[in-house]
């Protein structure tokens, strides 16, 4: 067998406008950035990406795609490894850490279609399928827009929803009841976003209980460990505390762990180092015998949340499917409330569609 070196690199960024004004309890936003990763060996090529803004795939372009060029592609783990140690001068985490993300996915996915099986299967699976929570629900809807948008997804088999919270702290409660009153007894997740300061999240958290939230996510700042360990062990008992999407590698989800921050690990492949650096995140969920959840850009986490233990659910992200949607063939629907991966698609199963793709092209 002949030895697939990495042939080229390229790298694109998409701007997705919002289908309406956005904002949580700490960020405001029109429009969403794709960076997509496309790495070719042996007449086939690969696709990653992360939810980052230009600077992400100038790196890319600039530093990591020419350093991997020339490479070995069944290396990948070393080279990812080499790619890490890069970046030291730049800081491990943030945009250094996106860009990997999205080399480590495009290099799995490519290995996968190298040995022509999905890669689902290349990386050894512990469930077919993959409950899903919907996400949304943001601060910027009308109580309309939030009612219609949570029972949509309840009405579709996805008896799971997230709802924003903090931007108007005075007004989360009334919200939040008007979601539990359009979506009956399905699960009622709130995310702050980090918005809260500590002794405010330990006091709203049994007034959210009392209206079946069962999940409270960031309630304050993710980078307030101390802050997350309090809101844990004085929030009521059937309410979880959540964090992790902003761990851009596996010391970060130590230290969460470390310190009793969260009840449920949540890692994002597109920014803790691709599906190696989730794998590494499971395995620590395993160590500490915590469940997982991924976060974000469901159909790249789709294969890996097939394959790690942990994996109790996924987040079905409104703006991330929508633009799943807009850019690729083979993006799977829910089925009950399910992702499951097709099996019949070498690789991650992706393909950017080109010409759709191009008017967004930033
Ligand atoms: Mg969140």
């Not at 700042?221 to 761990?247: F, K, N, T």
């Not at 130590?254 to 890692?267: C, S």
């Not at 159909?299 to 079905?316: D, F, G, I, N, W």
């Amino acid at each position: 067998m002949s030895v697939p070196l990495i042939e080229r690199v390229a790298v694109s960024v998409y701007r997705i406008p919002t289908s309406a004004p956005e904002s949580d309890g700490t960020f405001a936003w029109n429009s969403t950035m794709l960076v997509l990763v496309e790495i070719v060996a042996g007449g086939k090529y690969g696709l990653g990406y992360t939810y980052a803004d230009t600077a992400t795939a100038v790196l890319v372009h600039d530093l990591l795609g020419p350093a991997i060029e020339g490479r070995d592609v069944h290396q990948a783990p070393a080279i990812v490894a080499e790619l890490a140690a890069k970046v030291r001068n730049l800081g491990r985490g943030g945009i250094t850490a996106m860009a990997i993300s999205a080399i480590d996915v495009a290099l799995w996915d490519l290995r996968a279609k190298l040995l022509n099986v999905p890669l689902a299967a290349l990386l050894g699976m512990v469930r077919a399928e993959v409950a899903l929570y919907g996400s949304g629900g943001f601060t910027s809807y009308t109580i309309e827009m939030l009612q219609e948008q949570l029972a949509g997804w309840v009405e579709d088999g996805i008896l799971r929803v997230k709802m924003k919270v903090g931007r108007d702290p005075k007004a989360d409660l009334d919200r939040v009841a008007a979601a539990r009153e359009a979506i009956g007894s399905a699960e009622l997740f709130v995310d702050a976003n980090g918005a809260y300061a500590r002794k405010q999240a330990i006091a709203l958290a049994p007034s959210y209980s009392q209206l079946g939230v069962t999940w409270f996510e960031e309630p304050v700042d993710h980078e307030d460990l101390e802050g997350l360990r309090q809101v844990c062990e004085r929030s009521p008992g059937g309410m979880e505390i959540a964090a992790g999407e902003y761990a851009y590698g596996s010391r970060t989800f130590r230290r969460l762990l470390e310190a009793g921050a969260v009840d449920v690990l949540q890692a994002d492949a597109t920014r803790c180092g691709g599906y190696t650096g989730f794998l590494a995140a499971d395995a620590l969920c395993g160590a500490w015998m915590l469940p997982l959840s991924s976060h974000c850009a469901p159909s790249l986490h789709l294969p890996v949340a097939c394959a790690a233990r942990q994996v109790r659910h996924m987040e079905y992200f409104y703006d991330h499917v929508r633009i799943e949607h807009l850019l690729f063939d083979g993006v799977n629907r829910p089925v009950n409330g399910k992702l499951a991966p097709d099996l019949s698609r070498p690789g991650l199963g992706l393909e950017l569609k080109r010409s759709d793709a191009q008017r967004y092209a930033a």
